[in-house]
């Protein structure tokens, strides 16, 4: 079906250009944090592009967006895509971005050349993928598809005790439709790899089989503070080198294990004072592991540690794993492949190292990635880049797998 139709090479740069306009730092990248007045400024280009292309808009109670097309039979699901428009404070101008527009550039192109498909499309963009502003990642799609509570998200506070419901509500995007009734048989998102293997091994698509498992925990290390020059070595009780322990020890778990990654990128020291000890430390903690068993030993492996270091060092040391993402499976993957061959375009089989709306909507449809690489596989960086052949490529593959998985719907 429609084996000639490619999409607007141009047209999409220049969309993706007019939208990192957005929130667009010094550094050439983007700092648009979720629910603030720049998202909801990208919020309404998107929804301007959508209806001019002919789409009926739905905001659901989460802030999620829904523009859809129709089909010949409206009784079908939808096959949807979408990603998100949030960016990290330094973020870069494709993370989240490309997916949403490569949405918006196949809906243009079944628009111009008149194209009914079989089912409906839906174009949709998450609210607060990031994580940013607002704990925890993908809040939207998670609400969406029921992991999360709806009202325990929308009353989150940011740092400034701003609410998530009230500023969803300033920039006119707190919708009524329920999160989760929109009528989906499929879901697709294109992303930037955000890592550098496509690069590596020379291949234009990734076809994404598997989302890696994530765990966050919220670590807070428990001393005493005393003062650095008159309290001897053996009568402290210093929370940062406990946590510097840990920390080291988060790094030598992900080393041991395949695919193993560990990070910690906050932390909080009290009193923060150059001639006090640290009486605590809080700091986060990140594993992740595309194999579940394996992100189990290393989350044994971690709490055990912090046991230790309880004992060893006389503070106390509090884990709390508030964030348990499980590996997901992208069954709808095969279109993604299919498409990449029938287009001629080189691909691999990866994972995703990241989290992604994707992995949510897997939950519910069958789901499937389509992997496209960035320079360096740099990402959450100002300085993310890709090229308009690489976007070009990732978007020609969505709108085929999209077309395939509506012919297919029942
Ligand atoms: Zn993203």
């Known amino acids: 079906m429609y084996s000639d139709l490619r999409i607007n090479k141009q047209r999409l740069w220049d969309s993706l250009m007019e939208m990192a306009k957005i929130g667009a730092t010094e550094k050439g990248g983007c700092n648009r944090l979720a629910a603030t007045a720049l998202d909801g400024q990208a919020r309404d280009l998107f929804v301007s592009w959508c209806r001019a292309a002919g789409c009926s808009i739905t905001v659901d109670k989460m802030g999620n967006i829904f523009a859809r097309r129709e089909g010949k039979n409206p009784d079908l699901p939808a096959v949807a895509t979408g990603s998100h428009l949030d960016t990290q404070p330094t973020g870069g101008k494709f993370d989240g971005v490309f997916g949403v527009l490569a949405g918006v550039e196949v809906l243009r192109t079944l628009h111009e050349n008149n194209i009914e498909t079989n089912a409906p499309f839906e174009f949709a963009v998450w609210t607060n993928e990031e994580g940013s502003r607002f704990s925890p990642a993908m809040q939207g799609s998670g609400v969406y598809v029921g992991r999360f509570d709806l ?37 697709f998102e294109t992303h930037i790899e955000q890592g550098p293997i496509l690069e590596d091994e020379d291949k234009e698509i990734g076809v994404v089989r598997l989302g890696q498992g994530i765990r966050w925990y919220n670590i807070v290390v428990t001393g005493r503070e005393s003062h650095a020059g008159t309290t001897p070595m053996h009568l402290r009780a210093d929370a940062m080198s406990a946590a510097a322990l840990i920390v080291t020890e988060i790094e030598t778990i ?91 375009y080189s691909h691999m089989d990866i994972y995703a190292g990241a989290g992604h709306d994707a992995c949510y909507m897997a939950d519910l449809v069958p789901s499937g990635m389509v992997f496209t690489p960035c320079k360096d596989g740099i990402s959450h960086n100002e300085i993310e880049s890709t090229t308009s052949e690489q976007c070009e490529a990732g978007c020609n593959v969505l709108l085929h797998a999209m077309l395939e998985a509506s012919e297919s719907m029942q």
């Open 151 to 187: 009202e325990a998200e929308l009353n989150k506070t940011d740092i400034n005790g701003l609410v998530l419901r009230d500023e969803l509500k300033k920039i006119g995007y707190l919708g009524d439709a329920e999160p989760g009734s929109r009528n989906i048989g499929a879901f």
């Open 254 to 344: 992900a080393l041991a294990y395949a695919n193993g990654v560990g990070t910690v990128g906050f932390m909080d020291v009290y009193p923060n004072s150059r001639n006090t000890i640290p009486g605590t430390v809080k700091f986060s903690g990140d594993l992740r592991n595309p194999d579940p068993k394996v992100l189990e030993e290393m989350d044994a492996r971690l709490k055990a540690f912090c046991a230790n270091i309880e004992k060893s060092r006389g503070v106390t040391v509090e884990v709390d794993p508030f964030w348990y993402f499980a590996p997901v499976k992208f069954s709808a993957s095969d279109n993604v492949k299919i498409a990449a061959e029938k287009l001629g």
